[in-house]
């Protein structure tokens, strides 16, 4: 069964920095499109960053030149460097992979105090 595992969530003060760790089981991640999706409280999930298989990223404007997505395929891992968090980028963030079918990991929270 794949599974995505996230973790490297927590509570932190703004202008902080995080990183996000996304394992993967079973799938080759550097097969897939993968992507950070970001769900405020009471909002739906937003994406704010991908990086697909081709090695092509993007980011939302919210996000760009403070958050950085990366692969590790010798690890099978996706990440989410956060930096200059704010309080706005408190919610849960979700791994997701995309081939021909997508995957979702369980979520990480993240928490950024004022």
């Known amino acids: 069964q794949v599974q995505l595992v996230e973790s490297g969530g927590g509570l932190v003060p703004a202008g902080g920095s995080l990183r996000l760790s996304c394992v993967a089981s079973?799938?080759?991640?550097?097969?897939?499109?993968t992507r950070w999706y970001h769900q405020a409280p009471g909002n739906q999930r937003v994406l704010v960053a991908s990086?697909?298989?081709?090695?092509?990223?993007a980011y939302a404007d919210s996000v760009k030149d403070r958050f950085a997505i990366s692969r590790d395929n010798a690890k099978n891992s996706l990440f989410l460097q956060m930096n200059s968090l704010k309080p706005d980028d408190t919610g849960v963030y979700f791994c997701?992979?995309?081939?021909?079918?997508?995957?979702w990991g369980q979520g990480t929270q993240v928490t950024v105090s004022s």
């Open positions: 997701n992979v995309y081939r021909w079918i997508a995957y």
């Open positions: 079973i799938i080759d991640l550097s097969l897939y499109d």
């Open positions: 990086l697909d298989r081709n090695g092509t990223v």
